[in-house]
């Protein structure tokens, strides 16, 4: 299976302040057929369900607001809120869908305000 | 508005079996597949497995392989995943996911979660 290691843990922004958060995966989850990488991200409130945010490592779902950005490529995943705000603060997770059916989930990264 | 709503929490002894459903709203039903991911107290999701609506055919991550079914009642627009064999290490919130992709992809839409809990 594809591991995913995500950084930090935990991070505390001021509002207004940008909040980077990194992803590795243990193996390349780009397709070289297609030149996309397979990931996805989501975020995750306390008592609800993830929410999806991007795919295909950089495409923003619809609705999700452009101070959500998702870039790299191969192995190495960085996903930036560019300016906190305080609806913000949740657990930001990554995910591979290169290696199916094993899906794979990272760790988790909390964001708090600062 | 597409939503998938899901069964009330469960208690369970060791041993047991577990039926959650999630019932699917505001989209063509078998034109998409239905994953199940859990998620225990504090750890990242752990997906489980996924149907394909359309023709029921099921598949499982290999360390659930010999204690999950998934299945659908495509008349009633519900899909059902049922454990057994349960211990405590299988307490944790079961969602059930639309696959927005593709058939093994990205989740766009989850249930709200279905709190499984399994004690003596």
């Known amino acids: 299976d594809i591991v995913m290691t995500q950084s930090p843990d935990s991070l505390a922004v001021s509002l207004g302040e940008r909040a980077t958060i990194n992803c590795k995966s243990s193996?390349?989850?780009?397709?070289?057929?297609?030149?996309?990488?397979?990931l996805a991200w989501y975020q995750q409130k306390p008592g609800q369900p993830p929410k999806l945010l991007i795919y295909?490592?950089?495409t923003r779902e619809s609705g999700v607001p452009d101070r959500f950005s998702g870039s790299g490529s191969g192995t190495d995943f960085t996903l930036t809120i560019s300016s906190l705000q305080a609806e913000d603060v949740a657990v930001y997770y990554c995910?591979?869908?290169?290696?199916?059916?094993?899906?794979?989930f990272g760790g988790g990264t909390r964001v708090e305000i600062k | 508005q597409v939503q998938l709503v899901q069964s009330g929490a469960e208690v369970k002894k060791p041993g047991a079996s577990v039926k959650v459903s999630c019932k699917a709203s505001?989209?063509?039903?078998?034109?998409?597949?239905i994953h199940w991911v859990r998620q225990a107290p504090g750890q990242r999701p752990e997906w489980m497995g996924w149907i394909n609506v359309g023709d029921g055919n099921a598949k499982y991550l290999q360390k659930f392989q010999d204690r999950v079914t998934i299945t659908r009642d495509t008349s009633a627009s519900t899909a059902y995943m049922e454990l057994s064999s349960l211990t405590s290490e299988d307490t944790a919130v079961y969602y059930c996911a639309r696959n927005s992709f593709g058939v093994v992809t990205y989740f766009d839409c989850w249930g709200q979660g279905t709190l499984v809990t399994v004690s003596s």
């Open positions: 995910q591979q869908y290169y290696s199916t059916p094993a899906l794979t």
């Open positions: 295909w490592a950089s």
């Open positions: 505001g989209y063509s039903f078998t034109s998409y597949t």
């Open positions: 193996q390349s989850v780009l397709y070289s057929s297609n030149n996309k990488n397979y």
